[in-house]
């Protein structure tokens, strides 16, 4: 099994920077694609970015430029900075984990993490 605690979350002015963190933690696992998902009230969830335990990252076309995902395998944590925040940025943002472990491949989301950005 695996936990994922976010961080990071916040409220910032348009044109600003965050940067998320998410540790992944638990027994007997390891973890293959860490990602990141966000959601805003009543839209669908989309996802924002991933990154496999080999480094290959993939960006959604809205965030690309502006938001880097990167990860430390060494401490199963993923992070995502984000800069030039736009209102449209405003979400909730999942941190998520592809894991194997004994009781073989699960899929994990974190709670999430408010994201507000302002005009």
């Known amino acids: 099994q ?3 605690v976010e961080s990071g979350g916040g409220l910032v002015q348009a044109g600003g920077s965050l940067r998320l963190s998410c540790a992944a933690s638990g027994s007997r696992f ?3 694609t860490m990602g990141w998902g966000r959601q805003a009230p ?3 969830r989309e996802l924002v970015a991933t990154i496999t335990s080999n480094g290959n990252t ?3 076309d809205s965030v690309k430029g502006r938001f880097t995902i990167s990860r430390d395998n060494a401490k199963d944590t993923v ?3 984000m800069n030039s925040l736009k209102p449209e940025d405003t979400a909730v943002y999942y941190c998520n984990a592809d894991a194997y472990s004994d009781d073989g491949f699960g899929d994990y989301w974190g709670q999430g993490t408010q994201v507000t950005v302002s005009s």
């Open 42 to 44: 009543g839209k669908q």
């Open 58 to 60: 993939n960006v959604a």
């Open 30 to 32: 390891r973890i293959n």
């Open 2 to 4: 695996v936990q994922l």
């Open 79 to 81: 992070y995502l900075q």
